[in-house]
């Protein structure tokens, strides 16, 4: 079974921190996805990777950067965490194969920033 | 970007009542998938239905797809006190791996 796991369940942070949320995967995945969850408006994309050290915008990068250094590891970054960062964040990982595309989803980082 | 919409419902049965949910979308895909998140957790991948697909099943699942109406619907049968949770469709327009998510439909199932 495909593995994605977060580094974190729950985080609280204090506005202004700099806050690294991990995401691995142990399939070899060549995508990689950061999208946060917010009530009412679904997941939003926030970066994705389709490569290592390759990286694509999302939908909302704003406040928000990314860095793949190795295959298995995604992090999200915030360089200077706000108060409407406080959110759920969801990482997911995806090969394409025989015209299958199915994202596997980690556990989820619930962030609060104070 | 392709946007997956579910209807924004909450439904609430009783154990052993079908499920019904309904997602539309705005431009051409090439698939339409249907993930549950149970409180709190990620998203787990249930059913995929390619473009050329009318209805697929999957144990206690059925999907169907109208790709002329832009328009697919997820069933639950006999449905579990398990089967509580937030259900979303996503779509794959096709290009560039990504997958656009609807705003999720939350699922009661009272034992």
């Known amino acids: 079974d495909v593995k994605v796991t977060q580094s974190s369940r729950y985080l609280v942070k204090r506005t202004g921190e700099k806050v690294f949320l991990e995401c691995v995967q142990d399939m070899d995945h060549e995508n990689m996805f950061w999208y946060r969850q917010d009530p009412g408006l679904g997941l939003r994309l926030i970066y994705f990777?389709?490569?290592?050290?390759?990286?694509e915008k999302g939908d909302i990068p704003e406040g928000y950067s990314v860095s793949r250094e190795k295959k298995e590891r995604f992090s999200l970054i915030l360089e200077s965490a706000s108060t409407n960062q406080t959110s759920m964040y969801l990482c997911?990982?995806?090969?394409?194969?025989?015209?299958?595309?199915?994202?596997?989803f980690g556990p989820g980082t619930r962030l609060t920033v104070l | 970007s392709q946007q997956g919409e579910e209807d924004p419902q909450a439904l609430s049965i009783q154990e052993g009542e079908n499920a019904t949910m309904n997602c539309s979308y705005k431009?051409?895909?090439?698939?339409l998938q249907w993930y549950r998140q149970n409180s709190g957790r990620g998203l787990v991948h249930l059913i995929l239905?390619?473009?050329?697909?009318r209805e697929k099943h999957s144990g206690r699942l059925r999907v169907t797809l109208d790709t002329s109406k832009k328009s697919s619907s997820l069933l639950i049968t006999a449905s579990r006190a398990a089967d509580t949770a937030s259900y979303f469709c996503a779509t794959d327009a096709g290009g560039n791996n990504r997958l656009a998510f609807g705003k999720g439909n939350q699922v009661v199932v009272i034992p």
């Open positions: 239905i390619r473009s050329n697909e």
């Open positions: 431009t051409s895909i090439n698939n």
């Open positions: 990777s389709y490569d290592v050290k390759m990286k």
């Open positions: 997911a990982s995806h090969i394409w194969a025989g015209g299958y595309n199915e994202q596997f």
